[in-house]
């Protein structure tokens, strides 16, 4: 889809959402690593970037977001079958595979360090690979985090092969086993690809689930990241 066209469909949306003021559009494509649009206003333009993953979505997909980003700028509710339609294409596996070759392309190596200050990811790796894997899981690359987190205690990236803990976690006030359980279910989604309904795309599914509970001090280890005081 061409700019114009796509300037075409949002500004019907927008006189179709009741709007008569004259406006001017400054659209375009951009290249972010991940889907994301964004739209600003100024007096009577509006600057709209909208993620080059979505160049080649269905006119109706397009539209949808149109009414999503007006709506939100106006903050005015937006109606389930607009948000099913465009849930349902960002979600879908193929725009999954779109994105993950996208990151490959543009998302800059970012320096890897394994040792923490108390905890050396490579060595717990080996550890937990041993005791639930068998050894068979290639060891990706393994990093802390550049800040700490409070919410988000690690991430795997596909497209990178890289799973990222947070430095919370790289402290003496951390036992051990809570840095492995959140080790331990990042490892999970190397084993187990993301499933989809048609809908959404559902990452801890039952089998994830399933093997996650197989961790020997799981609930305990989630006690622990629920209290906030010892960090």
Known sequence: MDVIELSKIFEDVYFELGNNQNIQLVI????????????????????????????DAPKEVIKSLAIILFSKIK?????????????????????????????????????????GTVYNLNECFESI????????????KL????IKTYRKFGHYDPARHLISISKTLDSLKIPKFVLDYV?????LHIV?????????QIVHHKDFKADEK????????????KISRFF
Not at 98 to 108: A, D, F, Q, T, W
Not at 183 to 187: A, F, I, P, Q, R
Not at 192 to 200: V, W
Request: glycine content about 0%.
């Open 28 to 55: 375009r494509f951009y290249k972010y690593s991940t889907i994301k649009s964004t739209i600003k206003k100024k007096e009577n333009k509006y600057f709209i970037r909208i993620s080059d993953i979505l160049d």
């Open 75 to 115: 903050r005015l509710p937006v109606n389930k079958i607009t948000n099913t339609i465009y849930k349902s294409w960002v979600n879908s596996e193929y725009i999954s595979k779109k994105c993950m070759v996208l990151r490959i392309n543009r998302v800059n190596n970012i320096k890897v360090n394994p040792i």
């Open 129 to 140: 690979n041993n005791k639930y894997f068998e050894s068979v899981l290639a060891i990706p």
């Open 143 to 146: 990093t802390w985090s550049t």
């Open 183 to 187: 080790l331990y279910h990042e490892m």
């Open 192 to 200: 187990h690809d993301s499933k989809y309904t048609g809908k959404s």
């Open 214 to 225: 197989l961790f020997e001090k799981m609930n305990e280890a989630q006690k622990w990241l």
